[in-house]
């Protein structure tokens, strides 16, 4: 018995979905960044008189954040922003493997120079970025998308946590200021 293997053949992302999908991802990234590190100083950070306390919590709180932030697109090339604009990360030279864990790492570490990334992506032929060249990948459409629907339900989801995380916890913040009491 013979083993078939099918090759398929990918289209290059748009580089509005690549952009989409970036704000996507930065979006929900930074919420969880900024959520926990909320959530670990409690609502009396703005009294807080130890300002090295503070620093500490949010290093504690930000350095997995990050690592957590640079690894988004390690689960099968497609990060959250990318599975709702229905693209994925693929090896340049054989666009049915998904690049290594360190490869997709080393990718994302180039954000941290994103308008650079921003400029070579908009007036690159290839539609690459400095990460995409680098790491030797490609963004490509991905042919086994969901369904519009459930990519727009969990677009709006992310939409509500996010005014809802905004809403609430600088909400809170506020009424546990000294100002606040003083004033009301």
């Known amino acids: 018995m013979t083993e078939q293997t099918t090759e398929l053949t990918f289209l290059k992302s748009s580089r ?3 952009i989409l999908a970036f704000l996507i991802d930065h979006s929900i990234m930074s919420l969880l960044i900024v959520s926990s590190i909320f959530i670990s100083l409690g609502p009396n950070f703005m009294d807080e008189n130890n300002p090295a306390k503070m620093v500490t ?15 988004k697109d390690s689960f099968k090339g497609i990060s959250p922003g990318k ?7 693929r090896d340049d030279n054989n666009q049915n493997e998904i690049p290594s864990f360190g490869r997709l790492y080393l990718r994302n570490l180039f954000l941290l120079i994103w308008p650079v990334e921003f400029i070579v992506l908009a007036t690159s032929n290839q539609k690459k970025r400095l990460g995409d060249k680098v790491t030797k990948s490609v963004v490509v459409k991905n042919p086994n998308k969901p369904t519009q629907l459930r990519r727009l339900l969990a677009l709006v989801g992310i939409g509500l946590v996010y005014f809802g995380f905004v809403f609430v916890f600088a909400g809170t913040a506020m009424k546990n200021s000294d100002a606040y009491k003083v004033a009301i």
């Not at 599975?83 to 990360?89: D, E, L, Q, R, Y």
Request: proline share 4%; hydrophobic share 70%; net charge positive.
């Open 16 to 18: 509005k979905r690549r």
């Open 57 to 71: 919590t949010m290093l504690f709180v930000m350095i997995p954040g990050l690592i957590l932030y640079f690894a």
């Open 83 to 89: 599975w709702i604009t229905a693209i994925m990360v």
